[in-house]
């Protein structure tokens, strides 16, 4: 069983920086890939990034390709997802995933692990 907790979430300006954080409890961090996806009102769930176990791949969504930077620290039991250059369509709740597969995964039934999520706001 693996617990996740995001955090650093808030509002931001356009053009602005934010960077998550989910920390996992504990002992077989390592043993995960990891991702995030996001939710916003009246949308689907979203894949954003996804990490394989020891952090040597990393995927990520169309959307936020180039922007968003996912990384992890598995002596912090913690997955880390930078944003720059926000745009208010990046608005939504962002969780934190966790997955026993061996590559990155990108569909939601895939990862069996969740966190509550953390709320970003974009907007001026």
């Known amino acids: 069983q693996v617990q996740l907790v995001e955090s650093g979430g808030g509002l931001i300006q356009p053009g602005g920086s934010l960077k998550l954080s989910c920390a996992a409890s504990?002992?077989?961090?390592?043993?995960?890939?990891m991702g995030w996806f996001r939710q916003a009102p009246g949308k689907e769930r979203e894949f954003v990034a996804s990490?394989?176990?020891?952090?040597?791949?990393?995927d990520y969504g169309d959307s936020v390709k180039g922007r968003f930077f996912i990384s992890r620290d598995n002596d912090k039991n913690t997955v880390y997802l930078a944003m720059h250059s926000l745009k208010p369509e990046d608005t939504a709740v962002y969780y934190c995933a966790g997955s026993v597969h061996l590559q990155t995964p990108r569909r939601p039934d895939e990862f069996m692990y969740w966190g509550q999520g953390t709320q970003v706001t974009v907007s001026s």
């Open positions: 504990g002992r077989t961090f390592s043993s995960y890939a």
């Open positions: 990490i394989t176990r020891n952090g040597g791949f990393m």
